[in-house]
């Protein structure tokens, strides 16, 4: 039941969300899937950066 819970609590949260910011944070989880077998810090980094740079360019 506590999982069922939480979906709901980030469904209420995301509903309010702007556009911009639901589209940072699928970017955000897609970039975190592709580099799931990125494991050093060099490549954590990156995704980081990239991160960073989407959020900059919204702002």
């Known amino acids: 039941m506590k999982d069922q819970q939480e979906v709901e609590q980030v469904k209420m949260i995301f509903r309010d969300l702007s556009p911009n910011a ?3 944070i699928k970017w ?3 970039a975190e899937r592709e580099n ?4 050093t810090p060099e490549s954590s980094k990156v995704v980081v950066d990239q991160l960073v740079r989407k959020v900059e360019g919204i702002g």
């Open 22 to 24: 639901k589209s940072v």
């Open 28 to 30: 955000a989880i897609d």
């Open 36 to 39: 799931l077998h990125l494991t």
